[in-house]
C-alpha cells in the first residue's frame, strides 16, 4: 500500500490497478472493501494537497457519462466472460495510450469528458480498472491540475462504490475494522509522493501517465491469458 499509494500520490491514479493483486494474495478479505476505504482516504488527502483540479462543472460531465457506464458494466459483467472484458480491454487502453503518444491531443471538452466518463465505468465496474480513460485526457495539464482532478473524480468514484457495497452488505463492521491495516501504507505512501512529484512536475507527468496507463493494459492482457 504504501508503494502503491506513493505512485497515485505522484500521478494521479494508479494505487488499486497495483496493490488489489497483491493485497488479496496477503488477504482476500481487504478486497474490495477495506481497499476501496483506503482508496477515499488517499484522494481526500490528495484533494487536499492540490486544490487546483478541474471544476465540478468539468466534473460533472465525467459522471453524467460515468453512472450509464457503470450500469453497464455491471450488466456486461454478468454476461460476458471475464477473461474476454480484460482482453478487450487491455486492447482499448493500449490502442488509447498509442494515440495520444503518437500527438493527438483531445481537450478535456463536454463530449470527451462524457464519452470518458462512461467508458471510466465501464470499466471500472468491468476490470477494476477507471483511471486512465480521464487521466489521458488530462495528461497535458501541469501535474498538480492533473492530480487534482484524478483526485476528485475517483474520491467521489471510491465512495459511490463503497456505498453500493454497503448497499448490498458486501461492506460491514468487520471490513471497517479491517480499513485500519492499510491505512497506515496509505499515510506513509502520501507523504511520499510529495518527493516524487517534484521530481514529475519537471515535464515528466505525461510520460508517467502514458507509462502507468500501458501498464494497467499489460495488466488486463495478462489476466485474459492467465
Do not use: C
Not at 117 to 122: E, I, K, P
Not at 154 to 163: E, F, M, R
Not at 174 to 184: H, T
Amino acid at each position: 500500500m504504501t508503494v502503491a499509494a506513493s505512485i497515485q500520490g505522484a500521478v494521479g491514479f494508479g494505487a488499486n490497478l497495483l496493490a488489489a493483486p497483491l493485497v488479496a494474495l496477503v488477504d482476500p478479505e481487504l478486497v474490495p472493501g477495506p481497499l476501496l476505504a483506503g482508496a477515499i482516504v488517499l484522494t481526500v488527502l490528495m484533494t487536499i494537497r492540490e486544490p487546483e483540479g478541474a471544476n465540478l462543472r468539468e466534473l460533472g460531465w465525467a459522471y453524467a457519462g460515468r453512472l450509464p457506464g457503470t450500469l453497464l458494466g455491471a450488466i456486461v459483467l454478468v454476461s460476458v466472460p471475464e477473461d474476454r472484458l480484460q482482453l478487450f480491454f487491455g486492447l482499448l487502453i493500449l490502442a488509447a495510450v498509442a494515440i495520444t503518444a503518437s500527438g493527438l491531443h483531445l481537450e478535456p471538452r463536454a463530449p470527451t469528458l462524457a464519452g470518458a466518463g462512461v467508458l471510466s465505468g465501464f470499466m471500472a465496474t468491468a476490470v477494476s480498472i477507471g483511471g486512465p480513460p480521464i487521466a489521458l485526457l488530462y495528461q497535458h495539464r501541469p501535474g498538480g491540475i492533473l492530480r487534482g482532478t484524478l483526485a476528485r473524480y475517483l474520491a467521489i468514484g471510491s465512495t459511490i462504490s463503497l456505498l453500493t457495497l454497503i448497499a448490498f452488505g458486501q461492506f460491514g463492521v468487520d471490513d471497517a475494522v479491517a480499513s485500519l491495516a492499510v491505512i497506515p501504507g496509505v499515510m506513509i505512501g502520501f507523504g511520499a509522493s510529495r518527493y516524487m512529484t517534484a521530481h514529475l512536475d519537471r515535464g515528466h507527468t505525461r510520460t508517467a501517465v502514458l507509462v502507468l496507463s500501458a501498464v494497467a493494459a499489460a495488466t488486463a492482457l495478462a489476466k485474459s491469458v492467465l
